[in-house]
């Protein structure tokens, strides 16, 4: 009887194996897809300058400003799709003295016009600016504080 039993199951493997069904197969397509927004960004986004004055002019004005005193403030901008750089209002800290007028720009105090950045590429940006008196006499003693607001915006 075991005789029997081994030989119906190796005739049923042999018949298994030996008659198996040919194996199809399929294929797919995948389709991967993206996008990448323009966008340019500033590599330190809380970059400062230092006001002083000038010999030149006593304390009739506080720069930040290459030529004639302080330290203007530099910030690098990346833009990986053409952009622009512009600058925004200055805004005065409320502790400062009352009565004087503040102005900003790129490189010097009085170019406000916005700076073209190509795409792939990193720009330094340095922001001056100056402090007066807005009755044009000396600036009263104080401490000054400013803040400028600069928006990197790809095209």
Same mark, same amino acid.
């Given at each position: 009887?075991?005789?029997?039993?081994?030989?119906?199951?190796?005739?049923?493997?042999?018949?298994?194996?030996?008659?198996?069904?040919?194996?199809?197969?399929?294929?797919?397509?995948?389709?991967?897809?993206?996008?990448?927004?323009?966008?340019?960004?500033?590599?330190?986004? !809380?970059? $400062?300058?230092?006001?002083? /004055?000038? +010999? =030149?002019?006593?304390?009739?004005?506080?720069? #930040?400003?290459? @030529?004639?005193?302080?330290?203007?403030?530099?910030?690098?901008?990346?833009?990986?799709?053409?952009? !622009?750089? $512009?600058?925004?209002?200055? /805004?005065? +800290? =409320?502790?400062?003295?009352?009565?004087?007028? #503040?102005?900003? @720009?790129?490189?010097?105090?009085?170019?406000?016009?916005?700076?073209?950045?190509?795409?792939?590429? !990193?720009?330094?940006?340095?922001?001056?600016?100056?402090?007066?008196?807005?009755?044009?006499?000396?600036?009263?003693?104080?401490?000054?504080?400013?803040?400028?607001?600069?928006?990197?915006?790809?095209?």
């Amino acid at each position: 009887m075991l005789h029997r039993s081994l030989f119906a199951s190796v005739l049923m493997l042999v018949s298994t194996v030996g008659f198996a069904g040919v194996a199809s197969a399929d294929t797919a397509t995948v389709t991967f897809s993206g996008s990448i927004d323009g966008v340019c960004t500033f590599d330190n986004a !809380t970059a $400062s300058g230092s006001l002083a /004055t000038s +010999s =030149s002019y006593g304390n009739q004005y506080l720069f #930040a400003s290459q @030529g004639y005193a302080g330290t203007e403030a530099t910030l690098n901008v990346t833009c990986n799709t053409p952009g !622009t750089v $512009s600058i925004g209002q200055v /805004t005065p +800290s =409320s502790s400062n003295p009352v009565g004087t007028i #503040a102005q900003a @720009g790129f490189g010097s105090y009085w170019n406000s016009s916005p700076i073209s950045v190509s795409a792939g590429s !990193t720009v330094p940006v340095q922001v001056s600016m100056i402090a007066y008196d807005q009755n044009g006499g000396q600036l009263p003693s104080g401490n000054y504080q400013y803040t400028v607001t600069v928006t990197a915006a790809g095209n």
